[in-house]
């Protein structure tokens, strides 16, 4: 079957360095997106990656490696803005988005 | 802002009761989606719109009903729920249908949904 695995909560200190990572098993690979989510708000888009490598915008970053089906969110100088749960999703041959539950992420001053 | 907005914000209703969310983007595009978000789960695909025809509907209870008028609004018709259903509902859409690129996804702020 197809999968995301993230973990559930992180906690990490304001100003600090944080990597969420998520492995995926899908049939066939089309990409990968993170979403960023407060609560009580929309998803919003933080990032896609197809070919492997890191691609850096800004405090974010995502990686990718397509041969060990795996990902990373890379966020550096945390803010509590940053305060969220970060949503991996993998898009399978058929084009189908593959969610993962979310990994809620608490920054603590 | 992202371009989706979602009526209501928050539903109260009852196994009985009739309802419908409705949702509205404002950024020209041709693809509109429901999911179902659950606490620590998946977020659920339960249907897919382009173009105003429906072209997914992965295997919803029938007392979820779909209506796409036109390719700005998608709409959610609800009856005889359950209170498993109880959930946040979210709208998105792109650009086009998703393909061999990038075309991510934007999402509305969610329909609250109690079922009591």
């Known amino acids: 079957g197809q999968n995301i695995d993230q973990p559930t909560e992180m906690t990490a200190t304001e100003g600090a360095i944080v990597q969420i990572n998520c492995t995926y098993q899908?049939?066939?690979?089309?990409?990968l997106f993170w979403y960023q989510q407060h609560a009580g708000e929309a998803p919003t888009f933080l990032s896609y990656n197809v070919l492997d490598g890191l691609e850096e915008k800004g405090r974010f970053s995502s990686f990718l490696s397509r041969s060990k089906g795996y990902s990373y969110l890379l966020l550096k100088e945390l803010q509590m803005k940053d305060s969220a749960s970060y949503l991996c999703?993998?898009?399978?041959?058929?084009?189908?988005?593959?969610w993962g539950a979310g990994t809620k992420l608490i920054i603590k001053p | 802002e992202t371009g989706v907005t979602q009526t209501p914000r928050h539903l109260v209703m009852g196994m009985t009761n009739k309802k419908s969310l409705k949702c509205e983007q404002h950024?020209?595009?041709?693809?509109m989606y429901w999911y179902k978000q659950s606490a620590k789960k998946p977020l659920e695909l339960m249907f897919v719109y382009s173009l105003e025809e429906r072209v997914e509907n992965n295997s919803v209870p029938s007392r979820f009903s779909p209506e796409c008028p036109n390719s700005s609004h998608l709409f959610l018709h609800l009856h005889t729920l359950q209170p498993e259903d109880s959930a946040l509902y979210l709208c998105a859409s792109s650009q086009d249908l998703p393909s061999g690129r990038m075309n991510e996804q934007f999402f509305g702020p969610g329909t609250r949904l109690t079922v009591l």
């Open positions: 950024l020209g595009h041709n693809a």
């Open positions: 999703a993998a898009m399978d041959s058929n084009y189908q988005l593959i």
């Open positions: 899908t049939s066939g690979f089309n990409g």
